[in-house]
């Protein structure tokens, strides 16, 4: 089993910036992608960036230029540094983890972070 924990989340004012981490740990054998979603309440859960173990990204559009996706892959940890956020970044954030074994992929989500953006 594999436990992630984000930290970071907190209220921060439009313009402004946070730095989200999440640390993986327990049985683990390959995290070959890690990702941060998000979701508020009404709507679904979107994904905002990921990254491959090689260091491969993508972001949602609506992210792309503000926030950057980055890994410790020493310390099995993954960042989310978010500049220049807006109301509408508002969401919980999870952290998401793929970890890959002779048997196939595990997936596994974080208990989520919450950011706020608001004056």
């Known amino acids: 089993q594999v436990h992630l924990v984000e930290s970071g989340g907190g209220l921060v004012q439009p313009g402004g910036s946070l730095r989200l981490s999440c640390a993986a740990s327990?049985?683990?054998?390959?995290?070959?992608?890690m990702a941060w979603y998000r979701q508020s309440p009404g709507k679904e859960r979107e994904l905002v960036a990921e990254?491959?173990?090689?260091?491969?990204?993508n972001y949602a559009a609506s992210v792309k230029g503000r926030i950057t996706i980055s890994r410790d892959n020493a310390k099995n940890t993954v960042f989310l540094q978010m500049d220049s956020l807006k109301p509408e970044d508002t969401a919980a954030y999870y952290c998401?983890?793929?970890?890959?074994?002779?048997?196939?992929?595990?997936?596994?989500w974080g208990q989520g972070t919450q950011v706020t953006v608001s004056s």
């Open positions: 998401y983890a793929v970890d890959m074994s002779w048997r196939g992929h595990y997936t596994y």
């Open positions: 327990g049985s683990i054998f390959g995290l070959n992608r």
């Open positions: 990254i491959t173990d090689y260091g491969s990204t």
